[in-house]
């Protein structure tokens, strides 16, 4: 079955900018997660979406959006862009529940660059 | 939720086995151990997970002991494409949960 899918693949973009990035799940998982992977930060959650509701939520500022289809496909909005927002964007997809809850499935991310 | 304390970098050579490590001294009753494997510039891929005791499946396996303050992660017979870095995380089957990565643990697999 196909992966989970990112795009694009890489962007590169000016400060103040805003950019959307798109996330395709696995076919039939319902939980999306947003993560920010850069060199010094390490591996950062950013949130989760469950069936369209916002089910959890990282220390991010409210530059940091997101939202999921009905058909589990998400987005995440970063406005204003920083040159710190330069990083690894990862899209992570899993059921979302019961003992399977950990076992995501991480996209090959999206490498935004802010210049 | 649980912290968790890895090594930062491991070396092996390539056909040995490795164990990884991982404390995570205040884990609660509730908690399980999830293990993921990233590669550069690729998102983490699940390994194995497990909540006692040992768990094996066609990748690695994870030994738990019985006070389950820690755990490791072995992996048999190492080749150079295992090079990559491995995290643990540990935290309850429970929606509100968010799965929190930590440092990892440098992997080198040498010739």
């Known amino acids: 079955k196909a992966g989970v899918t990112q795009t694009p693949r890489y962007l590169i973009k000016t400060r103040g900018q805003q950019v959307t990035l798109s996330c395709s799940p696995i076919?039939?998982?319902?939980?999306v997660s947003w993560y920010q992977q850069t060199p010094g930060q390490g591996l950062q959650f950013l949130f989760e979406?469950?069936?369209?509701?916002?089910?959890n939520k990282g220390n991010f500022p409210g530059r940091f959006s997101g939202r999921q289809f009905s058909n589990s496909r998400s987005e995440m909005n970063v406005s204003t862009l920083e040159l710190g927002d330069s990083a690894l964007y990862l899209c992570?997809?899993?059921?979302?529940?019961?003992?399977?809850?950990?076992?995501?499935?991480f996209g090959s991310g999206t490498r935004l660059t802010v210049v | 939720l649980a912290k968790t304390t890895q090594p930062i970098s491991m070396d092996s050579y390539e056909g040995q086995e490795v164990n990884i490590t991982c404390s995570h001294n205040n884990i609660a009753t509730n908690d399980y151990i999830t293990w993921y494997q990233q590669f550069p510039s690729q998102g983490p891929r699940f390994i194995i997970q497990?909540?006692?005791t040992k768990v094996t499946n066609e990748v690695a396996s994870l030994f738990i002991p019985a006070d389950r303050k820690s755990s490791t992660l072995s992996l048999p017979r190492v080749s150079l494409s295992d090079t990559a870095v491995y995290y643990c995380l540990v935290g309850p089957m429970d929606s509100s949960y968010k799965l929190i990565f930590g440092s990892g643990t440098r992997l080198l697999v040498r010739p």
């Open positions: 992570a997809s899993s059921l979302g529940q019961g003992s399977t809850l950990h076992r995501y499935t």
């Open positions: 497990g909540y006692k």
């Open positions: 979406y469950f069936s369209e509701t916002q089910r």
């Open positions: 076919s039939g998982h319902r939980s």
